[in-house]
């Protein structure tokens, strides 16, 4: 499969193949309800995951910002690793964010 293959949403749920790909969904059909969801946990905005264990060449990365501007993303350490994942973003000073899920293929 060409990365643009991986690059398109098959399926038109606007989620593009890479990710559903990497989060173990199916690209023919619509996954945009399945997404991993946010939670605030111990004063933290937190998003869990765990990577399916045959998916391989696949770097997952987590980003928030104030304000969706290019240059106000700041990265959020993976706090677990392959396969679970966890970003985690304080809420103290942080009333309004946008978080993204960045995901890759080596």
Do not use: C
Request: proline share 8%.
């Amino acid at each position: 499969m060409q990365l643009g293959d991986y690059a398109s949403a098959f399926d038109s749920d606007g989620l593009p193949n890479l990710i559903e790909f990497s989060l173990g969904l199916n690209p023919k059909r619509n996954s945009a309800g399945t997404l991993p969801t946010s939670q605030i946990l111990s004063g933290n905005h937190v998003v869990n995951f765990t990577q399916p264990t045959d998916i391989k060449d696949i770097i997952h990365g987590g980003e928030w910002s104030k304000t969706l501007l290019p240059d106000s993303w700041i990265a959020i350490p993976d706090t677990a690793g392959p396969p679970q994942h966890s970003f985690s973003v304080s809420t103290d000073t942080r009333s309004q964010i946008f978080r993204r899920l960045k995901v890759s293929a080596l």
